[in-house]
Each structure stands twice: as structure tokens, then as C-alpha cells.
């Protein structure tokens, strides 16, 4: 009895180390595999201010992703209305001063009055993005220039993608489940992009 139980007891720490072994490899492939996407980034785009308009246009995508997403086909409980501070954050500077210009300030006044006036004909799924470009106008410029362009946005960006992955992989049963249910990878992907461009620019920032 004392042998069976001490062969037990070794399986299991071996199954332990194994899966620790596991999960530690998994790790390591995925930071080469970040390393390696930093590094084709500057290559590609020329250097690292290149690098950094890359994973800012990237998360900003994943991002509008997400919240077009949550509109439609997704309809999460978590609070995606945290993606609309994260695109304003990271929306790259020429889409942002367009959006902040003459085309955004129509977008915005053509919202607010169908908002005001026909709101029985002003989908739902049309509120978020409204309220964005509303947001991209009337921010004042201290939230516009300096809070965008400082390591203060970025640690903004960094603390909603990590909430919403949370919230994610809770919602869905675990790690495993958040890739393996319906849309399930291209959800968990997208939220994982949130977190590039911020760790991105927080390691440049340290560096």
C-alpha cells in the first residue's frame, strides 16, 4: 500500500512538472513569437517610430474590431464601452486629426441629431461608434495631445486590454475555452492585440 502510494504520489508530481514544463515552453514561443513580430515591424516599416505607428494601428483596428463585434454578432456582458477610450488613445495621429477635424465634427452633428430627433430609426449598434466620434471632437487638448501622447495613456490602454482579457477568459470557462468556443479565437486574438502596441511602447519607454 505504502509503495502503490508513493508510485501515485510521484506520477502526479511528474504530471505536475510535465505540465509546468509545458506551460513554461509555451511562454517562451510566445515571446519569441512577440520578439519576432517587434522585429519584422521595424524592419518593414524602417525603425521604431515606424514600429510604434504599426502596433498602434494595429490595436486601434483590433479594437474597432471588437466594438463592431460587441454590436453585432458578439454581445458580451463584459463593459466593451472600455474600447472607446482605448481607439481614441490609440487611433494613429491622422486618422485622429481627420476624425477631430471638419469630417468629424458632421459625423458627430449628423448623430446627435438623428439621436435627438429619429430615435426610433438610430440602431443600437450605432451608439458606441457615435459616441466615439463625439468623444474625438469635443475632448479638450490636454486629453487630445497630452494624455494620448504620454506613457499615461499607454499604462490606460495596457489596464483595459488586461481587464478585458480577464473578463474574457472568466466569461468563457477558462484559457482553453476562450480559444476553442464559437468566434472563439478570433475574440481572444483580438483582445490579445490590445495588449501589443501598450507593452510595446511601455518597453521603449523603460528602455
Not at 465634427?105 to 461608434?129: C, G, N, Q, Y
Request: glycine residues 8%; hydrophobic residues 50%; contains cysteine.
Amino acid at each position: 500500500m505504502g509503495i502503490k502510494g508513493n508510485k501515485l504520489r510521484y506520477l502526479a508530481l511528474r504530471g505536475d512538472e510535465a505540465s509546468v514544463e509545458v506551460m513554461q515552453t509555451d511562454l517562451r514561443e510566445l515571446g519569441l513569437a512577440m520578439r519576432n513580430l517587434a522585429n519584422h515591424a521595424v524592419m518593414v516599416g524602417g525603425g521604431v517610430a515606424s514600429g510604434t505607428t504599426f502596433f498602434k494601428f494595429l490595436a486601434s483596428m483590433a479594437a474597432i474590431y471588437l466594438l463592431v463585434l460587441d454590436r453585432t454578432n458578439w454581445r458580451t456582458n463584459m463593459l466593451t464601452s472600455l474600447l472607446v477610450p482605448y481607439i481614441f488613445i490609440s487611433l494613429p495621429s491622422a486618422l485622429f486629426s481627420l476624425l477631430r477635424g471638419e469630417v468629424g465634427k458632421w459625423i458627430a452633428f449628423i448623430s446627435v441629431v438623428l439621436r435627438l430627433f429619429f430615435p426610433r430609426h438610430f440602431p443600437d449598434w450605432l451608439e458606441l461608434p457615435g459616441s466615439l466620434v463625439l468623444l474625438l471632437v469635443v475632448a479638450p487638448g490636454f486629453f487630445a495631445h497630452t494624455i494620448r501622447n504620454d506613457v499615461v495613456g499607454v499604462i490606460i490602454c495596457l489596464a483595459i486590454g488586461c481587464y478585458l482579457l480577464q473578463e474574457h477568459i472568466r466569461a468563457s470557462g477558462g484559457f482553453r475555452n476562450s480559444f476553442t468556443e464559437r468566434h472563439g479565437i478570433s475574440n481572444s486574438l483580438g483582445i490579445i492585440l490590445l495588449l501589443v502596441y501598450p507593452i510595446w511602447r511601455l518597453v521603449l519607454h523603460f528602455h
